[in-house]
């Protein structure tokens, strides 16, 4: 009995272990069931990186780089990656703050160099952390290309940028909120915002990228299309490209950084994005870089409100994969759509990214990005 016991214990163990091995990664499923989607699905191109126990496992690009020459995606192509770059602002902010350089509680007012007050509410101080969290009521009605629409002295309908609701009440995602936060990581640190980002950021983790168009190689930049339903074409963005050269000419430290737009204009491959996810994920390291405080980096992944789930710069979704709880961000501009996600527990992650596909969405994400990630995890993940 005592042998029969131990063999079916030992038989027990083994599918036990059998079953829970993670899956053999399978690219060739993956790769099937993307050109599926993008056959189903209007779509002009695709980049995917996948992350496995915090390492790159696999990436590859799909479709077109431009559909005007015809040349194919390929992964060392730069995006212009839309929201996903406040979480660049948002580390820099970190960083500034762990140096005792800023508080995260501090008057935004004073941190700007006007009035920042909700005309409503005048004794409410908002504070930066409310900006970063998009909790400072301030909203993007008066737009958020220039510090200008908020600027009392410089915009006659400035009260229209404030909500009903009080400061640190409630929220409404607004990009002129990390159009100011690029402008103070700036008048802190003494270097112009793209250069801050480089040096600080970009440089320790050996990733190449930026905010400044004339300082990548243009010819690795992917054209950007926005899909047009009534005609079912793709229509070129040059746009979301512009150097702004002359603006950059002009520019003024500390008031026009919004000409490289903290809140969207982060350009960088998939491959190079997954590298800065991980950071993430492993709570602020890299390779041996320290790029921010595990404190920080949980700061920045812990929801200021269990209604939106945002924190600073990084949200929790269980919309993504059924079953899973992930973090991260999401962007759309000018016809792209990009996605960065992790699971920081179980050491996974996916960056899709797509130079322009249908604008349809599922559950609060872009149908194309939702599929290819779980696409993906099916793939690489999965047990």
Known sequence: MKRSAFLLSAITLLFVLITNLPAQAQPEKAEAAIKAIMEETKVMGLSVAVVK???????HSFGLKDAETNTPLTDDCLFRIASISKSFSATAMMQLAEAKKLSLEEDMSNLVGFPIRNPKYPETVITLRMVLSHRSSINDSQGYFTLDAINPAKNPNWARCYNEYEPGTGYQYCNLNYNMAGTIIEKI?????????????????????GYCVDSLDRSRFAAIYEYNGDSAKFIASPAAYAPRSKEIAAYV??????????????????????????????????????????????????????????GLALLKTDKLIAGKTMTGHTGSAYGLYSVMFFQPKEKFGFVVISNGCHPGYTDGFNT????????????????
């Open 53 to 59: 126990n915090n390492q790159i496992i696999y990436t």
């Open 189 to 209: 640190s003494g270097e112009r915002f793209d250069q801050y980002i480089k040096h600080h950021i970009l440089d320790p983790l050996q990733l190449y990228a």
């Open 253 to 310: 430290m500390g008031y026009t950084t919004p000409v490289f737009s903290p809140t969207g204009g982060m350009k960088i491959s998939a491959t190079d994005l997954a590298r800065y996810m991980i950071m993430h994920s492993k709570q602020g390291k890299y390779k041996g870089k320290r790029i921010i405080s595990w404190k920080s980096a949980r700061e920045m992944q812990t929801p200021l409100s269990e209604k939106e789930n945002y």
């Open 368 to 383: 194309v990005m939702r599929k290819t990630v779980n696409c993906l995890y099916e793939a690489f993940i999965q047990k």
